[in-house]
């Protein structure tokens, strides 16, 4: 899936997915690859709000970050993304 929007400085936007335990799902986020000055911050939590997973700036893509992560545990999880200050 592909989501595009705006990325607000102070706003957090969140995104809901459910997964089955040991699915592996890749992220990809560009912001300062489009020329933007975004610095994208993005966190997992899961239902509780706990924070499972947390990905900055991934080397050579400047600001933006790319990464996949395995999930343990069957459920509903939120893609948390802001900018960061």
Aim: proline residues 4%.
């Amino acid at each position: 899936a592909a989501i595009a929007g705006n990325l607000l400085a102070a706003e957090v936007d969140r995104i809901r997915f459910v997964v089955a335990a040991g699915e592996k799902i890749s992220f990809d986020i560009v912001a300062s690859r489009f020329g933007t000055d975004a610095d994208p911050l993005l966190t997992i939590v899961d239902e509780r709000g706990k924070r499972v997973f947390q990905k900055d700036n991934s080397p050579g893509l400047f600001y933006d970050c790319q990464f996949a992560h395995t999930f343990k545990t069957a459920g509903t999880y939120a893609l948390e993304v802001r900018d960061r200050p």
